[in-house]
């Protein structure tokens, strides 16, 4: 679903992102992982189109992107995108949080479809709630069913369980193995809670100071040397 050869990325004179090259297949989550200020939030930019890479080359469901297509085209083109903090609209209620997602959408499946509610049973009790009166694990199930609802064919998560209850991450967990099982998008989680991560994780890849420091599957991947790569 997704291919990335020899990215950069600079923000001003300086380089963030040094010739990174990864993929995302459906049906499996690819976890991005590393420490903090190591690239990982603006890989997921460049790939959502949020900030402009500066080189290298990325194909989406067999189609060359551009460096010039903006993130809505993106998010037509089946780019979901969870950013870390969520971005809830904070005075719209959580139906219409939801709905903002419709403009990525034809008129006729411009719907909130029954299956939001079904992972996230929370959001169908506050549908008339603002999003800013939400807790932070619901903001984050808002945020993860408003991208739900745009239909994506690659499903962008930075850090959703940051600042989250732990009985919420186990639901996102499990949100995420059903959407992976589901079988019909690739998931690229970017993610510092490295036990959620490692029993997720189909794929994993490390970056280190923007580069790749490891890219394998999970058989040929283990605990240990994972721990190596993210540790400071």
């Known amino acids: 679903m997704l291919q990335i050869d020899n990215l950069t990325l600079h923000y001003g004179h300086s380089q963030i992102l040094h010739d990174v090259s990864l993929s995302a297949r459906t049906g499996a989550v690819t976890c991005l992982m590393g420490t903090n200020g190591v690239g990982k939030t603006s890989l997921l930019k460049a790939i959502s189109g949020t900030h402009p890479r500066s080189g290298g080359d990325i194909v989406l469901d067999g189609h060359p992107v551009a460096r010039t297509v903006p993130a809505h085209a993106l998010a037509r083109m089946g780019v979901g995108y969870v950013p870390q903090g969520r971005d809830v609209f904070p005075l719209m209620t959580v139906r219409e949080n939801l709905e903002t997602g419709y403009a990525c959408l034809d008129r006729s499946e411009r719907h909130v479809p029954d299956e ?54 186990k639901q996102i967990g499990e949100v995420i193995s059903y959407l992976r099982d589901r079988g019909d998008m690739a998931i690229l989680l970017v993610e510092q809670f490295f036990d959620f991560a490692y029993e997720l994780g189909d794929h994993f890849v490390t970056l280190t100071r923007g580069t790749v420091t490891h890219n394998a599957p999970r058989a040929e991947t283990s605990r240990a040397a994972l721990l190596e790569h993210v540790s400071v």
């Open 116 to 169: 939001i509610f079904e992972l996230f049973p929370v959001l169908a009790e506050m549908k008339t709630r603002r999003g800013g009166d939400l807790s932070g694990g619901q903001q984050q199930q808002l945020a993860i069913a408003r991208a739900l609802v745009t239909k994506p064919k690659l499903l962008l998560l930075d850090e959703p369980t940051e600042g989250i209850q732990p009985n919420i991450i």
